[in-house]
């Protein structure tokens, strides 16, 4: 089996903030939160930046693909946001930019859950990409 590259991932389980409508929550991180923080990421060489959303519509789609799934196996997570970095230099990075900590960070109270999150951080590794097999 090849070796393949292991890059450091955050993953962030989202939850909005109470009160807040799901279009609406939505339509900011993908929009205007995300609009603050792709040019930093790019400036970093990030490798990828994701996001998952869970909305309400999807859920009633799998109740028709998946009419056993038991309730308790669904996520309860709004969003899931995945940002891949070549290595956690480049994660510091980030944190430590000027533009993060004055724009970015300050940026999550008008649509986030911070109790209601959780976040996970470990290596990450790609075995298939558009289609193919990765091979190094």
Same mark, same amino acid.
């Given at each position: 089996?090849?070796?393949?590259?292991?890059?450091?991932?955050?993953?962030?389980?989202?939850?909005?903030?109470?009160?807040?409508?799901?279009?609406?929550?939505? *339509? =900011? /991180?993908?929009? @205007?939160?995300?609009? +603050?923080?792709?040019?930093?990421?790019?400036?970093?060489?990030?490798?990828?930046?994701?996001?998952?959303?869970?909305?309400?519509?999807?859920?009633?789609?799998?109740?028709?693909?998946?009419?056993?799934?038991?309730?308790?196996?669904?996520?309860?997570?709004?969003?899931?946001?995945?940002?891949?970095?070549?290595?956690?230099? *480049? =994660? /510091?990075?980030? @944190?430590?930019?000027? +533009?993060?900590?004055?724009?970015?960070?300050?940026?999550?109270?008008?649509?986030?859950?911070?109790?209601?999150?959780?976040?996970?951080?470990?290596?990450?590794?790609?075995?298939?990409?558009?289609?193919?097999?990765?091979?190094?």
């Amino acid at each position: 089996m090849p070796q393949l590259e292991r890059l450091f991932a955050v993953t962030i389980c989202a939850k909005r903030k109470p009160g807040m409508e799901e279009s609406a929550y939505h *339509d =900011y /991180i993908s929009q @205007k939160h995300a609009g +603050h923080l792709n040019d930093l990421l790019v400036k970093n060489k990030i490798v990828d930046y994701t996001m998952q959303h869970n909305t309400s519509p999807m859920v009633q789609d799998l109740d028709k693909l998946f009419p056993n799934l038991p309730s308790v196996n669904r996520s309860p997570y709004d969003a899931f946001v995945q940002i891949v970095f070549r290595d956690v230099q *480049d =994660y /510091i990075n980030v @944190k430590d930019d000027p +533009h993060y900590m004055n724009v970015v960070n300050p940026d999550h109270v008008n649509f986030a859950d911070g109790p209601g999150t959780m976040m996970s951080f470990g290596w990450f590794e790609r075995h298939v990409a558009d289609g193919k097999l990765i091979q190094e």
